[in-house]
């Protein structure tokens, strides 16, 4: 039997084109997949990562490590490094203020003098934000969707980017038990309302991600639904950004720790590239590089 003619050979999820502006920078999303590189300067990383846990008490050379790790990430490909001070992993506890501010802004102020890529801060707190801004930050990383007032007017003050995230609960609740009666849709009407927020405090359409919060107040089964439903999202009309990176829903298919979790998340990757996805936040940037560069050149093939 021949293969019909009409076979749909076209992308199931086209890929929104989309310019976002961030500070100084320009970055064109929806031809190629972008990569956030996740520089986590924090003591209890669920993924083992966290470069503030280092073996020496030295904080000038402990900041040299980290920035030598974001160089590194540059290199391999990444296209915005995503610096964290305080883990949001299921059950973490918040930390103080300062402390945050200890650990980031030393390394922020020297990364953006190193390397020409944007630089994202991931906080939900203000003040942080507003440092991080200040010295050289151009994306505030909020997995409260700027839920405080003040860091609406924090990011348009440095006119920087935000990805606004969907979160049921926050970091010390969220994998309680959580139940959705429609999960895509809940997530997306959150998502509009954040969008509508991000707006009013005077961010333009050009400086906000989405981002549906993979692994943040979500089960597996919920995880592997919105990596197989992502395109349903592009209703919104914003770029989406996902990390699936070494999480627990990957480790719960295959029985691995985090550290062994590279092809799960490979997988992962090419899936939500598949479903429309614009930008992904990973750990492991120069081999995840590479699983993005052949999914574009498939996705991006004509069949013609």
């Known amino acids: 039997m021949g293969l019909s003619s009409d076979i749909n050979t076209k992308q199931k999820y086209p890929r929104s084109k989309f310019s976002l502006t961030a500070g100084n920078y320009k970055l064109n999303l929806g031809t190629n997949t972008r990569i956030m590189g996740i520089l986590n300067i924090t003591p209890d990383s669920f993924s083992g990562d966290g470069l503030y ?26 296209d915005i490094i995503d610096v964290g001070g305080e883990s949001t992993r299921p059950n973490a506890e918040p930390i103080a203020q300062d402390e945050e501010i200890k650990r980031v802004i030393p390394v922020i102020k020297l990364l953006s003098k190193k390397i020409a890529l944007p630089i994202s801060i991931d906080t939900y707190k203000p003040e942080v934000a507003e440092q991080a801004l200040d010295n050289g930050a151009s994306i505030v990383n909020d997995i409260t969707a700027i839920s405080s007032q003040k860091m609406g007017s924090v990011i348009k003050k440095y006119n920087a980017a935000v990805v606004l995230m969907h979160m049921r609960g926050n ?17 997306a009407s959150f998502l509009s309302s954040a969008v509508r927020r991000a707006m009013d405090a005077g961010i333009s359409k050009s400086q906000i991600i989405i981002d549906p919060g993979i692994g943040f107040g979500k089960t597996p089964a919920h995880n592997l639904e919105i990596i197989n439903r992502l395109g349903e999202l592009r209703d919104i009309d914003f770029p989406i950004l996902a990390g699936p990176s070494r999480k627990s829903f990957i480790g719960h298919i295959i029985d691995k ?20 996805i614009h930008i992904v936040r990973v750990h492991d940037v120069g081999e995840i590089s590479d699983v993005v560069k052949v999914s574009d050149a498939i996705l991006n093939s004509s069949h013609e």
Do not use: C, H, V, W
């Open 53 to 78: 846990k280092t073996k020496t008490n030295n904080p000038e050379l402990r900041t040299a490590k980290i920035i030598e790790a974001a160089e590194k990430m540059a290199e391999d490909g990444a």
């Open 171 to 187: 970091p010390s609740n969220m994998q309680d038990n959580p139940e959705y009666a429609d999960l895509i849709s809940e997530i």
């Open 257 to 276: 720790k985090p550290g062994e979790r590279l092809f799960g998340t490979s997988a992962a990757i090419a899936m939500l590239i598949a479903n429309g």
